[in-house]
């Protein structure tokens, strides 16, 4: 071991993170004994001596009086064995009233990737705390510093588990399995807030679930603290619009592959969200497919017409449209297929907050028209655009996605024929609407080229029967074959 | 008190009781050797004993040694914690009489249970003073056989060890273990701030009411923490064992003599089952209350001052030179003994090991249980993913 030793300012107080030199006690060259005192040091609990921790001769002194140390940093270089001669590295010896000198880069990068010797290694507990002076005169005060942590095996970079900022998902290196994410978020690099985070622990865990940066967010509760509600609207993006989106973005951006050609990405935020609620629903929830495929040609044909009227002339109307009307109208016919499982009863709705299933950036989601059954069409034109548009622009509200009795998802857009859609957990039925095709298709007796679409109905068989689900499907079917006769004899 | 208060009446009525700002003194206080070194052959005390000390020259050397090295380890302590190497530590200085006296009074029998700065007692019990220092150094949990040392673990909760005491000194009386002269007592030392505890008091009631060979050991070092004595009592402490129908006295608690005297007269009345007795020890925490702790916010110099000239150490020092019972080759072994005893207890904290995390596993159940098993085990993999060692 050196003869040289540097001595780091220890916490003195159960859970400081500085303090102040107040006087040194004695200077360069000065032979000192074991436990002598060397330095008076204030921190936010006490000034208090501190005894030397080797007898020797005072090689450096490294922080001025007035200045404030971190603990941990190097404050005094004891050469513990002065009779033994010349050193022989270059001394650090401070000139008189000449520049302090530094520790060395040894000394400093010992400190940043270990405890000073025989200091527990510091946990993380209580919340981030910039600044460090923490008004404690007892107890055990907030710890503020960042647990030093050993690097992971599987060659992840050392300096990752003390980065401050969130790293791309795209360049997370390996997987994390226990506990390491909640760094990012709950601890370190507390500086862009500029005081500690207000949640409660659920509202933490929330967070951390849903892969939300708490200090990213104003709190809306008592004190300014973070709710629930805040980090659910964060989570859906109706509030940060600057915050990259991680993970879901991912899956589209050219991937990074490791040495084993395989990338990792964790799974939190709307991708977690989306898995839990689809497994959990797939496996409670018995779930029917049928199909049925319809020829829309009046029905586009209707909708040019609407297009054509002067009263629609400003909205974007889209088969889609119809698609909603013809939904919510067998859904009058049948209403036991609005409707949700609770266990012991079936609760049937006479509102109908209808779904519309959307890609977004952020991920998959579901807002809903609330009470669509009571919407004219045009008002039902103006729900559905808004609706889009909030959810394209990203600041679809927890209350909108809240809710849904019965859902529409558009696979169409993307160009497939249709699909077997799963419940949203809660609902008992959901409307896979296809891609509208020129087929050919056989109409009064002659095959012609007409405009076809297939549609996709999912239904949970613990309420619906397949009589019913087959009414329903049918229904809407009937609609979209011929929109103004089904108007005229159902309402 | 309030700035409209009348004065005369109320504030006579409220400074009678302080018994500790009378100018002359404290007369309740049982002292056999006075701050300067004067012997005083025996003191009745209020309760009618008699106290007084028959030492040989020898043992009084000895008093002297343990009052020194336990000073000196504990200030070897606090430097220890200045120095990063203990996390926190509660310094007994000030304190040494008290603790060497009750300490020394004790017999191999006799059960003792402390707080967490009866550093002096567990030295006079013969114990290796490492023990404590794992606790805080942070290396162990505090653990250790009460049974094997009579000398029950350190207690942080503040007051709760006077029901233990009390419940261990319960259970002598039913094992018919108190009534002769090799019967068992219990001590358990505590605060002023204590006194102010539930427990403490229903410790009082309990030992009064069931007899319980016990000795109520108050070291009254006039502050809980920051709140001074006369925010905690509007009697002396002492006092207050009369309401719980057990006898009470106050003691000088820097006089070694004296509180030897009276904790041996308490304890040899406990163990012939004549009952539980409240000693008051009237001392002085010289130090800060621990090491996050700064006084000067609460407590003046002048204070301080004073009871420096009480020094428990210097009158003894006093009273041997004075008595010729030790040369000034005996004081410079005394501390040459007290500076090699500092550097080794140094260097063996310095050696502690630190626990592989997990250990913490293993002091949960006896017999271990299969969920915790289940929870090392997830642990262990989880540890193991890190790279290097785990120090």
Redesign the interface.
Same mark, same amino acid.
């Given at each position: 071991m050196s003869r040289i030793k540097e001595f780091n300012l220890p916490d003195l107080g159960e859970g400081l993170t500085e303090g102040e030199i107040l006087s040194w006690l004695v200077k360069v060259g000065d032979t000192i004994e074991l436990n002598q005192p060397i330095v008076e040091v204030e921190t936010a609990k006490a000034a208090v001596e501190i005894p030397a921790k080797w007898a020797g001769q005072v090689q450096a002194i490294f922080h001025p009086e007035g200045t404030t140390v971190e603990v941990g940093t190097p404050i005094i270089a004891i050469d513990t064995d002065p009779g033994a001669g010349p050193l022989d590295a270059p001394s650090t010896t401070a000139t008189p009233g000449g520049d302090l000198p530094t520790p060395s880069a040894a000394s400093l990068a010992a400190v940043e990737v270990a405890p000073a010797e025989g200091m527990v290694e510091p946990g993380l507990i209580g919340g981030p705390a910039p600044g460090g002076r923490t008004a404690v005169l007892v107890g055990y005060g907030p710890r503020t510093t960042a647990a030093k942590r050993r690097p992971r095996k599987g060659g992840v970079p050392a300096q990752a588990a003390t980065t401050p900022t969130p790293m791309p998902a795209a360049t997370a290196p390996a997987p994390q399995p226990v506990a390491a994410p909640a760094s990012a978020h709950d601890g370190q690099g507390a500086a862009t807030t500029g005081g500690p985070v207000l949640a409660k622990p659920p509202v933490r865990k929330l967070a951390k679930d849903l892969g939300v940066d708490l200090r990213t967010l104003t709190g809306s509760g008592p004190l300014g603290s973070i709710t629930r509600e805040d980090v659910q609207q964060a989570a859906t993006g109706a509030v940060v619009a600057a915050e990259p989106i991680r993970a879901t973005s991912v899956a589209t951006s050219a991937a990074s592959f490791g040495a084993d050609r395989e990338q990792r990405i964790p799974v939190k935020g709307v991708r977690k969200l989306t898995a839990e609620n689809m497994s959990r629903s797939a496996f409670t929830a018995p779930h029917v497919t049928e199909f049925l495929t319809v020829d829309v040609t009046r029905a586009m044909k209707a909708l040019d017409r609407l297009r054509g009227r002067r009263e629609w002339r400003d909205v974007r109307v889209s088969p889609l449209l119809l698609v909603a009307k013809a939904v919510l109208l067998a859904v009058k016919r049948h209403p036991m297929v609005n409707s949700t499982w609770a266990g012991d009863e079936i609760v049937v709705k006479e509102y109908v907050n209808l779904g519309i299933a959307a890609a977004t950036e952020r991920g998959l989601i579901v807002p809903n028209v609330k009470d669509a059954g009571r919407l004219s069409l045009r008002e039902l034109a103006d729900a559905l655009n808004d609706l889009v548009q909030t959810a394209k622009s990203g600041r679809t509200s927890p209350a909108d996605m809240s809710g849904g009795t019965l859902t529409i998802t558009n696979v169409g857009v993307f160009g497939v024929d249709t699909g077997t859609p799963i419940l949203p957990p809660g609902e008992s039925a959901i409307l896979a609407f296809g891609a509208v095709r020129e087929m050919p298709w056989v109409h009064k007796g002659k095959v012609k080229a007409r405009q076809v679409t297939t549609l996709g109905l999912s239904f949970d068989h613990r309420i619906i029967d397949g009589e019913l689900g087959s009414k329903f499907l049918r229904d809407i079917g009937d609609f979209l074959a011929d929109p103004e006769a089904a108007l005229l004899a159902w309402t | 008190m309030a700035k409209g208060d009348p004065g005369g009446t109320t504030r006579g009525r409220r400074a009678a009781p302080r018994s500790r700002k009378s100018a002359a003194g404290d007369p309740e206080l049982v002292q056999l050797l006075t701050p300067e070194g004067e012997r005083i052959e025996s003191v009745t005390g209020p309760d009618g004993n008699e106290y007084r000390v028959d030492f040989t020259d020898e043992e009084y050397r000895g008093l002297y040694r343990d009052l020194v090295l336990v000073r000196k380890l504990d =200030?070897?302590a606090t =430097?220890l $914690? %200045? $120095? +990063?190497?203990l +996390?926190?530590w509660a310094s007994l200085l000030g304190q040494e009489a008290a603790q060497v006296g009750s300490g020394r009074a004790l017999r191999t029998q006799d059960m003792a249970f402390p707080t967490y700065r009866e550093h002096g007692v567990l030295y006079c019990r013969g114990i290796d003073p490492i023990m404590p220092l794992g606790l805080f %150094? +942070? *290396?162990d949990q505090g653990g250790w056989d009460p049974n094997e040392f009579k000398f029950n673990m350190y207690t942080i909760v503040i007051g709760a060890q006077t029901l233990h005491a009390t419940g261990y000194a319960m259970g002598i009386t039913m094992d018919g273990k108190t009534g002769t002269d090799d019967g068992e007592a219990v001590i358990a030392y505590f605060g002023d701030g204590a006194t102010s505890q539930g427990d403490v008091n229903e410790a009082f009631v309990w030992a009064g009411v069931f007899n319980a060979p016990m000795v109520f050991f108050c070291q009254n070092n006039q502050y809980a923490? #920051?709140e001074p004595l006369e925010r905690q009592t509007r009697i002396p402490l002492y006092q207050r064992a009369a309401g719980f129908g057990f006898p009470g006295i106050r003691v000088d608690g820097n006089d070694v003599l004296a509180t030897y005297a009276v904790t041996r007269t308490a304890l040899d009345n406990a163990r012939h089952g004549q009952g539980p007795s409240l000693i008051e020890a009237y001392t002085y925490r010289m130090g =800060?209350? /621990? /090491? #996050? !702790? !700064?006084p /000067? %916010?609460y407590r003046i110099a002048s204070e301080v001052e004073a009871w420096q000239a009480k020094d428990p150490i210097a009158r003894v020092r006093a009273f041997l030179e004075k008595q010729q019972i030790a040369d000034a080759d005996f004081f410079a072994e005394v501390d040459e003994q007290a500076r090699r005893e500092s *550097?080794h207890l140094r260097e063996r904290v310095?050696a502690m090991p630190?626990p592989e995390p997990v250990t913490m596993f293993d002091h949960v159940y006896p017999n271990g249980s299969p969920l915790l098993d289940e929870q090392r085990a997830q642990f262990s993999r989880?540890m193991? #993913?890190?790279? +290097?060692s785990a120090h």
């Open positions: - | =200030a070897e =430097a $914690q %200045r $120095q +990063g190497e +996390g926190i %150094r +942070g *290396v923490i #920051s =800060a209350h /621990t /090491t #996050s !702790d !700064d /000067t %916010r *550097v310095l630190n989880y193991e #993913s890190f790279e +290097g």
